[in-house]
Every structure is written in structure tokens, then in C-alpha cells.
């Protein structure tokens, strides 16, 4: 089930784990603002914790090391595929890549960062304009790339949880929260009537599912 090797201490697979999924979500997102950059710092913040657990030093599996032992006494808790705990508490038998929870985990991963390019076109395009975002993913709710992130920080969660992104996630979503509420303020303040007419139709984070086929 678990490779012998721990695979532990490749802090070079941490730095480029962490830039290349930095990178590519930078690439997507194109922070511009103060607020954009604290957003995209913070989810670059839990990529960096995640990664330095995934491949440099395994805290969460060394403080809960006794109490994972005493329970499933014929993992080899300290092998790399072990990381992978929601396979492993659960028993899953094959390679701990085709489990799964690491399967849902790329899905939750690739909608997230479909999301936050998808949001960006349509934003980019609004802004040009100088006209507010209601088209696209902008139809169905107010933060799209928000939402993406969260998409994609969850799906990390499912594939390798760790004690620290879990403290993290919902500090997260509150901060994201707050910066929505920022947003739309100055958005509001821009765009008045048009801008709460459409909030008045358009939920912030979770879509109307009645509404899936509507476009503002």
C-alpha cells in the first residue's frame, strides 16, 4: 500500500511545487489591486504550508503519529502515499493517486482554477470597458474567482489535509468574505443603480440552481 521510502526533507519539490502552482494561479488571477494581492498572497500562503508538508517535513503526521499508529497499526505512517489520509483512514487498498479522494480533489482543483481564468476574461473585459462585470460566470454569482480559490483550496484538503491548511481554510473564507464585502462597496459607489440591481439579483458565492441557464 505505502512506499517504504519517506520521502521526506525535498525541499527542492517544495519550492518548485509551490512556484509552479503559484505561477499558474498568478497567471489566472493577474492580481492588480491591494485587495487582489492580499487574496492571492494569502492563497500563495497555503499552497507553501501545504507543500511544505507534502514533501519537506510531515507535522501533522508526526503529532498525530501515536495516536495514527495505535489505530491502523499496518500503515507505515511515515511513507509518502501515507500523507494521503482520508485514503488511508478509510482503507482504500490501491495507490493512494487513483483514490478516491484524491480523484474528487482534482476535479474540486481544476474547477477552481477554471473559475478563476473564466472570471478573470470576463472581468478583464468589463474593466476595458469600463462597464460592471454581469456576464459570464458574472451572471450566476457576484465572486466567481473567489469562489475558485476556495474550489482549489478545498480540493487540496481532500487530496493531502494537514493540520495547519485546516486551521487555515477558515480564516480563508472569512478573509475572502471581508474582501467581497470591500469590493462591493467600491463597486457601488461606481456603478450605483446598475450595481444593486444586479447584487440584488445575483448571490455573492453559491449560484441559484434555478438560475443556471440565466444570463444578466
Given at each position: 500500500?505505502?512506499?517504504?521510502?519517506?520521502n521526506?526533507?525535498l525541499?527542492?519539490?517544495?519550492v518548485?511545487?509551490?512556484?509552479i502552482?503559484?505561477?499558474?494561479?498568478?497567471?489566472?488571477?493577474?492580481?492588480q489591486?491591494?485587495?487582489d494581492?492580499?487574496?492571492?498572497?494569502a492563497?500563495?500562503?497555503f499552497?507553501?504550508?501545504?507543500?511544505t508538508?507534502m514533501?519537506?517535513f510531515?507535522l501533522?503526521?508526526?503529532?498525530l503519529?501515536g495516536?495514527?499508529?495505535?489505530?491502523?497499526p499496518?500503515v507505515?505512517?511515515f511513507?509518502?502515499?501515507?500523507?494521503?489520509l482520508?485514503?488511508m483512514?478509510?482503507g482504500?487498498?490501491?495507490?493512494?493517486?487513483?483514490?478516491?479522494?484524491?480523484?474528487l480533489?482534482?476535479?474540486?482543483?481544476?474547477g477552481?482554477?477554471?473559475?478563476i481564468?473564466?472570471?478573470?476574461?470576463?472581468?478583464?473585459?468589463?474593466?476595458?470597458?469600463?462597464k460592471?462585470?454581469t456576464?459570464?460566470?458574472?451572471?450566476?454569482?457576484?465572486?466567481?474567482?473567489?469562489?475558485?480559490?476556495?474550489?482549489?483550496?478545498f480540493?487540496?484538503l481532500?487530496?493531502?489535509?494537514?493540520?495547519l491548511?485546516?486551521?487555515?481554510f477558515?480564516v480563508?473564507l472569512?478573509?475572502?468574505?471581508?474582501?467581497?464585502?470591500?469590493?462591493?462597496?467600491?463597486?457601488?459607489?461606481?456603478?450605483?443603480e446598475?450595481?444593486?440591481?444586479?447584487?440584488n439579483?445575483t448571490?455573492?458565492?453559491?449560484?441559484?440552481?434555478?438560475?443556471?441557464?440565466?444570463?444578466?
Open positions: 500500500m505505502n512506499s517504504e521510502l519517506p521526506y526533507g525541499w527542492g519539490l517544495v518548485l511545487n509551490s512556484a502552482f503559484i505561477f499558474f494561479a498568478f497567471s489566472f488571477f493577474k492580481p489591486t491591494k485587495r494581492w492580499r487574496s492571492f498572497g492563497f500563495s500562503a499552497l507553501v504550508a501545504l507543500f508538508e514533501y519537506g510531515p501533522t503526521i508526526y503529532f503519529s495516536w495514527l499508529q495505535s489505530q491502523y499496518d507505515n505512517w511513507a509518502h502515499d501515507s500523507g494521503h482520508l485514503e483512514l478509510f482504500w487498498q490501491g495507490s493512494p493517486h487513483f483514490g478516491p479522494f484524491h480523484l480533489s482534482t476535479v474540486f482543483i481544476g477552481g482554477f477554471y473559475l481564468a473564466a472570471g478573470w476574461r470576463t472581468l478583464y473585459a468589463a474593466q476595458k470597458a469600463g460592471l462585470a456576464t459570464g460566470l458574472y451572471a450566476y454569482v457576484r465572486h466567481p474567482q473567489y469562489v475558485g480559490f476556495v474550489l482549489i483550496m480540493g487540496f481532500l487530496q493531502w489535509p494537514t493540520l491548511t485546516l486551521v487555515m477558515p480563508l472569512w478573509m475572502y468574505s471581508r474582501l467581497s464585502i470591500g469590493e462591493e462597496r467600491e463597486a457601488e459607489k461606481t456603478f450605483g446598475a450595481w444593486r440591481h444586479y447584487a439579483n448571490p455573492r458565492f453559491f449560484p441559484r440552481l434555478r438560475g443556471l441557464g440565466r444570463q444578466v
